[in-house]
């Protein structure tokens, strides 16, 4: 399964930024699909995920109730709505999929910088 995340940029905080992702390839074999992030200095950090079928999300607790995640299966593309942004969201925001054959994330996108200025 090939990645293409797009959407980042700066933004005040306080703002919105809606990413996306292309999925391309074995988009038939994937049950999930998930938002990670790396921040200046930081480990990759779980943000949210959707199931194959859209009935199944999760967030991580910084992000719940700011964030949501949602896709659009026609296009194969899975967004990221990123609401009430901090400057502590600022990150590299990477999308991945996990394949029905595995227990984890393996197709990983290129990442989008996200910056929140305060």
């Known amino acids: 399964v090939q990645l293409q995340a797009s959407g980042g940029g700066l933004v005040q905080a306080g703002g919105s930024l809606r990413l996306s992702c292309a999925a391309s390839g074995r988009t038939f074999s994937t049950n999930r699909m998930g938002w990670f992030r790396q921040g200046p200095g930081k480990v990759r950090e779980f943000v949210s995920s959707i199931s194959g079928s859209g009935g199944k999300t999760i967030y991580a607790d910084s992000v719940k109730g700011r964030f949501t995640i949602s896709s659009d299966n026609a296009k194969n593309t899975v967004y990221l709505q990123m609401n009430s942004l901090k400057p502590e969201d600022t990150a590299v925001y990477y999308c991945?999929?996990?394949?029905?054959?595995?227990?984890?994330?393996?197709?990983w996108g290129q990442g989008t910088l996200v910056t929140v200025s305060s």
């Open positions: 991945a999929a996990k394949e029905i054959r595995d227990s984890d994330f393996t197709s």
